[in-house]
């Protein structure tokens, strides 16, 4: 059967019959890349972002290098809280960091509502910049969602052990939950201007979610994120969940409005289908470490993944967690081929 | 019913009826107590390891402060590997960093066998100093499981990510073997010298297990692990088995022949006891981070903790992490109250 435009991927976000199984990387615009380096040199991540000519290109490059079957948009979780002037940058090899975290209801007022024209005018214009060149494959929208941003807001960087979020959460729930509103907005608003402006899809990144028991998650997490798949529904594009380390919450992220639900490789992904039922798509779940191993062993693992998510509609190959910047990209082209030969041909 | 001698903590290792619920805490012994950082400075932590008085009375804070129903010797998984000279250091605030990583079957010569009275005689004298002021509280003995001391050995320091023991256990599986059976050497002679000098149980750290699927904990890090426990099983003291994010692990776990095996927070205590049975004990599951939290959530999770473990014998509580350095000792007070008037009294 033909591909539809933009085919296998949404197709496979809504567990219809797919030619070949899709497949892309998070993080696959990247530091991997060389052509990645030689553009983006030394300089801010965030500057690059506010650069439609540089942010387009960058997303361009994995879609160029590996055929794979959907770009995303390079942008980061703190995209939307620094443009409203929350203080926040991302330092290389560390990540986000907060020169004034959140602490009290006095913070509230530093979250105000994004203008997508006064505030997003380079993203929309990089949409504008990627569908052009695209083609049929679809762009997918990125967002935080608002645990996994609000834990950088409160630790002021990245955390391991997330302390201050959690006891601001357990402290003061009421706030906990009015900052979960305004992140929910600031999420919204930035990726209602992401499909508005031609994104076919969106991934919410809720990364450090696995940090939860699954009684807090349901509590101070999941709300917010179905909040906002519930804003955006109406565009009727697929809406991915994603985070690592949740193999506990799986069944709660399926019930999250999410039409894919993100796995990382702990979870085999038979297991993963039994936890959330035939109600959604998986996405995953190839361990990025296993790209450092030999070729031989990549192609085994690569296989066991295909194997292990089955003939039946709704998977989408990725990594568990981002490509890692010294990955080998001729590691992830070769994984890009195996899963397009043998990925559910013909269903 | 009275207590027996050392009682209820070993009682519960076996699964046998306990008067309450009993209590340690993993690093009990540490930075969050301001005895500990007046007797300890800034030196390393190697050094005050290396000194049975520093050791011995570091090891016993924690139960004079907060009658917790064990004691766990101070240690560190990689004394046994720093002990022969393998070139391993601590750095405060970051951990174990080795000066020239395990790369090549040629390192395997550098993992000589321990010699107990030659290597390990000031263990053996810190366990016998803190025997005499112990009493009947019982002294659990320390190890590294075989995975994790690697992960050290070959990272050369702490890792999100483990690429190069990933790369190395899949490039070279019979020299990951190799490297497993010199730690497995190690790590039943540092145990049985415990034992020996007079630890009436004993915990292998596996700390980074989770980092594993549960195909490569099988294939990688379960059968060193078993083979510790089956060389020590002989001296009939409680074996128990730790390690954090191991949810899809704890059935394997179960097998290790493991008396009791850890769970972390994320799986409540009545989920994990479906996968692992009731043929070994569990020990857990509050999260550290909940200690930042107010008195009243403290109570709220601890209760819940001792809820989900339920009245069927075989529960030791614990965080499901080691204590953060920044943690009030008065919370940890607070919890050793509450389990020991709400663990299970009288079944």
Redesign the interface.
Known sequence: MAAAPGGDFLAACRRQPVERTPVWFMRQAGRSLPEYRALRGSGSILDAIADPAIAAEVTMQPVRRYGVDAAILFSDIVVPVHAIGFGVDVVPGRGPVVAEPFTSSADLARLRDLDPEADLSHVIETVHRVLAELGPTPLIGFAGAPFTVASYLIEGGPSR????V??LM??DEGLWHQLMDRLVALSTTFLAAQINAGASAIQLFDSWA?S????EYERFALPATKAIFEAVDGFGVPKILFGV?T??LLSQMATSGADVVGVD????LD?ARRRVGEGVALQGNL????L???PS?IEEETL?VLDAAGIAPGHIFNLGHGV?P?TDPDRLAQVVDLVHTHGRAGV
């Open positions: 052990e997330f302390t201050k959690k006891a357990r402290a696995g939860l028991s699954p009684k380390g193999g506990e490789w702990r979870v085999p297991e361990d990025p470490a296993v450092f191993a030999p062993v066991a890692l010294t």
